[in-house]
């Protein structure tokens, strides 16, 4: 048992770190054809996925297994990342805050798996929301000299109470009527903050300050590297709170409960379920993860405006949850890598960059309409019933 025991954790984590240094080498790649036949081998590595099914099931059930030592390994990878990013790939700094965008659409990818994918709730403003957050912690930071400490978690609650709103009367929407009105509220909302003079109108919101946590200054360069390394560790903290809360949620009854909504409401309000008190609790729950999303964007950039809020920032969220795997934590994950590293990347050949992303998104959506990583089905354990 020992030995096995000993070999899975070998197979973990030559696959974690293969996957740690490809990502290396997908960083260094300038080379618009070597790029090209870099995104081909990961196709490649998919087909061969479905062609040699029992090996890869078989190297899934390995991490299954040994879940907590492949979480342990894969955090020191990312512990270590600004390090060795730094020896190995050029422009390391502009990689480094691509990678922090990715964790920050993460967290707001999640808050909205959790409302459209787990409970079926389809917010179509989801950058509305992550730009509330923004624009309160900007603005509190500014004319209130507030810290970071308070204007962050504010910035989410803010959030949560436009999320409020915004439900209270629209609660007896269904569906596609529901979607409607979020995406007309996305709208109201750039067009709002265009026209609104206290928060800066079109030209936004300049000089939001930094996180000062507990008198350290984010601006500061630890260890010789650059000042990104300070958020990008704090964004990760951030970013592994929100999926033990999400992950928690999701294994519990509460998770059952928004799935039985999601899949059949009438039969779960038959039973007896609130239906409308536990999409207001969803709405509120993922709202205020993309605003602490929000409020990290702002502190961080200093510069916030309209721009960065519209409905292709709503879309691009949407697009993270639909790639990656509606109602799955890691596809989510996955999705946002994806969707924020590659196009970056894609920047080398502007003129064929959209041609090539939607050319992913429509083969993903031919081939793999359930994600990348699709939700299974729930093993029901006696625990939960006992909780519920």
């Keep these: 048992m020992k030995k096995s025991s000993f070999f899975d954790k070998f197979i973990i984590a030559l696959v974690e770190l293969i996957v740690y240094f490809y990502l290396m080498i997908f960083f260094r790649i300038e080379s618009v054809w070597i790029l090209i036949i870099t995104i081909l081998l990961l196709v490649v590595i998919f087909y061969l996925s479905k062609k040699y099914k029992k090996t890869f099931d078989y190297i899934t059930n390995i991490f299954n297994k040994n879940s907590k030592f492949a979480t342990f390994f894969i955090v020191i990878l990312l512990i270590l990342f600004p390090f060795v990013s730094k020896l190995i790939v050029p422009l390391y700094i502009y990689w480094l805050l691509i990678t922090i965008q990715t964790f920050i659409f993460s967290i707001v990818a999640l808050g909205l798996n959790f409302q459209a994918g787990t409970t079926g709730v389809m917010n179509l403003s989801s950058a509305a929301f992550y730009g509330v957050g923004a624009y309160t912690a900007g603005y509190l930071a500014?004319?209130?000299?507030?810290p970071a400490i308070?204007?962050?978690?504010?910035?989410g609650i803010a959030a949560s109470i436009f999320g409020l709103?915004?439900?209270i009367p629209i609660f007896r929407t269904r569906g596609q009527y529901f979607a409607l009105i979020t995406l007309a509220f996305g709208y109201m909302f750039v067009l709002s903050l265009n026209n609104l003079d206290f928060v800066g109108g079109p030209q936004g919101l300049k000089n939001v300050p930094p996180i000062n946590l507990f008198g350290y200054n984010f601006q500061k360069a630890p260890f010789g590297t650059h000042f990104y390394v300070n958020y990008y560790y704090f964004v990760?903290?951030?970013l592994f709170i929100t999926l033990f809360v999400f992950q928690r949620l999701y294994?519990?009854?509460?998770?059952?409960?928004l799935n039985y909504i999601r899949d059949d409401e009438p039969a779960a309000k038959g039973c007896g379920v609130s239906t409308n008190i536990w999409k207001l609790m969803t709405l509120l729950i993922g709202n205020f993860f993309m605003g602490v999303g929000g409020a990290i964007y702002a502190h961080m950039i200093g510069f916030i405006s309209p721009p960065n809020f519209t409905l292709t920032i709503s879309l691009l969220i949407i697009s993270i949850v639909l790639l990656g795997g509606s109602d799955n934590i890691i596809g989510v994950l996955v999705g946002a890598f994806i969707l924020v590293l590659v196009p970056e990347k894609l920047r080398v050949i502007t003129e064929y960059r959209v041609m090539l992303y939607g050319l992913l998104i429509v083969l993903i959506l031919i081939f793999r309409p359930k994600g990348l990583i699709p939700f299974k089905?729930?093993?029901y354990?006696?625990?939960?019933?006992?909780?519920s």
Aim: charged share 20%; no cysteine.
């Design 236 to 238: 990760l903290i951030i």
């Design 381 to 387: 354990h006696e625990s939960i019933a006992k909780e």
């Design 150 to 155: 308070l204007t962050i978690p504010i910035g």
């Design 377 to 379: 089905e729930r093993k």
């Design 165 to 167: 709103l915004l439900f």
């Design 142 to 146: 500014l004319h209130y000299k507030l």
């Design 251 to 257: 294994n519990s009854w509460i998770g059952l409960t």
